[in-house]
Nanobody, 121 residues
Framework: QVQLVESGGGLVQAGGSLRLSCAAS????????IGWFRQAPGKEREGVSC????????YYTDSVKGRFAVSRDNGKNMVYMQMNSLKPEDTAVYYC??????????????WGQGTQVTVSS
């Protein structure tokens, strides 16, 4: 059974940092891409970042480039997203997801339950 569990969210002041974790079970994370998404109140869900399995390529939405960094520890079946220089507009519920494909894509079939990130001004 494919399962993803996010953790690491919380309340932080603007300019601060958080590291989100995504724990995978039920599949071997080494082989698959993992995406990070977020949804703020009243807004549509947006893709934040993704890390592929094939060569570890990473992708970021423009608003987080240079501030967020996604990485993976295949030995621990974990993916992380380090978030620095946080802004109030980063406030959202953050989700990790997989499409059980090697490359990052548009559609994701398996989602975690989300972790809340709140950035105060």
């Amino acid at each position: 059974q494919v399962q993803l569990v996010e953790s690491g969210g919380g309340l932080v002041q603007a300019g601060g940092s958080l590291r989100l974790s995504c724990a995978a079970s039920g599949f071997t994370l080494d082989y698959y891409a993992i995406g990070w998404f977020r949804q703020a109140p009243g807004k549509e869900r947006e893709g934040v970042s993704c890390i592929s399995s094939s060569d570890g390529s990473t992708y970021y939405t423009d608003s987080v480039k240079g501030r967020f960094a996604v990485s993976r520890d295949n030995g621990k079946n974990m993916v992380y997203m380090q978030m620095n220089s946080l802004k109030p507009e980063d406030t959202a519920v953050y989700y990790c997801a997989t499409n059980l494909e090697r490359l990052c894509g548009e559609e994701y079939d398996y989602w975690g339950q989300g972790t809340q990130v709140t950035v105060s001004s």
